[in-house]
């Protein structure tokens, strides 16, 4: 083991326990709340963006206002046929009514976590410390990812090779890579 293995293990103990004593609630609250709730709230309407055009009533919407724009005189409006104001409308309002959404999902789990028995409590507190662990796993990818675009093979994955938990492998095979290679395709 090298020294990176311990402090794996020392954050994965003080995540846990961190996650335990918040419980999964507030700890789903955190993480969703602010910028990262932005994030999520952005990737959803990304991939639930080519769907929602698809709708009936959306293109009804959507070639009501091209026509609207495409009657009028004013310059303007070629402006806003020409950078797809129709897509980004849609764009907004569907960002709006995920993040009202998201924001509902995380309340109505929060407090059904945190309801006042011992049953929900042991739950509450095992899905917390779990929540936790991922959350940390994925922050933990996305700063190998940016380290690795940063110094590809050099001092920091001379410092982590070696790890038993495999840390040098998973900085070298980032599944993030992959992802970030089919969005850019």
């Known amino acids: 083991m090298v020294l990176v293995d311990f402090i794996a293990i020392g954050l994965v103990i003080i995540v846990g ?5 918040a ?16 994030i ?40 806003l046929l ?7 409308v849609v764009a907004v309002a569907l960002f709006v009514i995920v ?4 924001k509902l999902v995380v309340l109505l789990l929060k407090k059904v976590f945190e309801a006042k028995n011992p049953v929900s409590s042991a739950v509450n507190k ?3 410390i779990l929540l936790a662990e ?14 690795f ?6 001092a920091f994955y001379n410092f982590i090779k070696g790890s038993f938990f495999g840390l040098d492998k998973l900085y070298i095979n980032n599944p993030i890579a992959s992802f970030i290679a089919k969005l850019s395709l």
């Not at 993040?99 to 998201?102: E, G, H, S």
């Open 99 to 102: 993040q009202l959404l998201r």
């Open 82 to 88: 020409t950078i797809r104001i129709d897509v980004i």
């Open 17 to 21: 326990f961190a996650g335990a004593i």
């Open 134 to 147: 991922v959350v940390m796993f994925i922050i933990l990818l996305v700063a190998f990812q940016i380290v």
């Open 23 to 38: 419980g999964f609630g507030r700890t789903l609250k955190a993480v969703t709340d602010g910028f990262f709730g932005v």
């Open 149 to 154: 675009w940063i110094t590809k093979e050099g």
């Open 126 to 128: 095992i899905f917390g």
């Open 40 to 79: 999520i709230s952005v990737v959803i309407t990304y991939f639930l963006l080519g769907l929602v055009l698809k709708l009936s009533f959306v293109q009804n919407l959507v070639e009501k206002l091209v026509l609207a724009l495409k009657g009028s005189s004013a310059p303007i409006c070629s402006i």
